[in-house]
């Protein structure tokens, strides 16, 4: 078994001698670390390989903008050095949604999710300046099977069959919808470990490095997946009944396939 990303030193400056604990890890890829001082402050250190998509930098740049509009973690820091790079940030309030007791819950918590999207969803989509237009997300996706970069026995759920990384790109392609995208500020990974809950709804939003304006299905299509993922079949429509719209098969097959290609 791999060891997670340390934390580089530079990134516990003013840290120094903070108890810290992998509260998170996908390994070798990117590692988060919860630090808490004696005096009980938290803060999370996030390491990741330097030239993953998309980088921390991003992420913590995405983060500051969010945070006039929505709750999302206040960032202290972020840097690199050698192969490694870091994001620094406050901790928040409330429990992420895979280890919420709501769980026991699925009918109320699939609606404090959906309520909590359709909130990311009213941000003002011309006050945000970045902007992920379908035709660069599967140029991104036909480069990276073009480069090698996708495995299917890694990267390709098995909704989508027993299919080459070309195979799936082909199946992107017949079904990459004709109609103009519902454009929306997307939270680009809605899935319930990205989403912090009280008893009450959502208290705040992390994993942002795919914020950007675009189709709302991109999120409608994971955060339904995720519902399957987290709680079991036959919460999926439960949530876009409570969030407000029919479901889209079409939309929600591309924009699953899309999210395994893009890694």
């Not at 609606?111 to 003002?124: E, N, Q, T, Y």
Request: glycine residues 8%.
């Amino acid at each position: 078994m791999q060891e997670p990303r340390p934390i580089p030193p530079p990134a516990l400056h003013g840290m120094e001698g903070w108890e810290a604990h992998v509260a998170w890890s996908f390994v070798p890829e990117a590692t988060t670390w919860r630090l808490e001082a004696p005096g009980g402050e938290v803060r999370y250190v996030k390491v990741a390989r330097l030239g993953r998509e998309p980088g921390l930098r991003s992420e913590g740049e995405r983060m500051v903008w969010a945070a006039a509009h929505l709750p999302v973690a206040r960032v202290h820091a972020w840097g690199s050095e050698g192969a490694e790079e870091w994001l620094v940030t406050q901790g928040m309030p409330g429990v992420d949604a895979t280890r919420h007791p709501l769980r026991a819950e699925p009918a109320r918590l699939v609606s404090l999710l959906a309520a909590g999207l359709r909130r990311f969803h009213a941000v003002p989509a011309r006050d945000c300046p970045y902007r992920s237009p379908v035709a660069a997300a599967v140029d991104t996706a036909r480069l990276r099977v073009r480069d090698g970069l996708v495995d299917p026995s890694r990267d390709l759920h098995p909704d989508h069959g027993a299919r080459t990384a070309a195979e799936a790109l082909d199946l992107l392609e017949a079904l990459r919808p004709e109609e103009e995208e519902d454009l929306a500020v997307c939270h680009g990974d809605y899935c319930l470990p990205n989403v912090l809950l009280d008893t009450t709804g959502v208290r705040g939003y992390v994993d942002l490095g795919r914020l950007a304006v675009a189709d709302r299905w991109w999120d409608l299509a994971i955060a339904t997946w995720s519902c399957t993922w987290n709680l079991g079949p036959g919460w999926e429509d439960a949530f876009l009944e409570a969030y407000g719209v029919r479901r889209d098969a079409r939309k929600i097959a591309f924009y699953r396939l899309l999210y395994d290609l893009l890694g």
